[in-house]
Nanobody, 115 residues
Framework: VQLVESGGGLVQPGGSLRLSCAAS????????MRWYRQAPGKERELVAA????????NYADSVKGRFTISRDNAKNTVYLQMNSLKPEDTAVYYC?????????WGQGTQVTVSS
């Protein structure tokens, strides 16, 4: 099982980034996919989630209207489009796949929002 995040980097406030998470080794289309983030000295927090079927989504209040989670089950990939980025969005972003007792994590990708 692998979850490989990409797309992180340094961006100025107000800018955009698109994170990707490529999955392998499990039936991607059956899993709820989530993005979490963890800033230095803070607990890991849920950013966004997308269900396996129908694609219903939910977001943390802090990112509603700015971030969009999506998935492509044909490519086994989940995305996080991040717009209007703020310095407080700086964190390591992690991809998560969960179904029943199966709980998989990626290695994380750093997002830094700074001028």
């Amino acid at each position: 099982v692998q979850l490989v995040e990409s797309g992180g980097g340094l961006v100025q406030p107000g800018g955009s980034l698109r994170l990707s998470c490529a999955a392998s080794g499990f039936t991607f289309s059956s899993y709820v996919m989530r993005w979490y983030r963890q800033a230095p000295g803070k607990e890991r927090e849920l950013v966004a989630a997308i269900r396996s079927a129908g694609g219903s989504t939910n977001y943390a209040d802090s990112v509603k209207g700015r971030f969009t989670i999506s998935r492509d089950n044909a490519k086994n990939t989940v995305y996080l489009q991040m717009n209007s980025l703020k310095p407080e969005d700086t964190a390591v972003y992690y991809c998560n796949a969960r179904l029943a007792l199966n709980d998989y994590w990626g290695q994380g990708t750093q997002v830094t929002v700074s001028s």
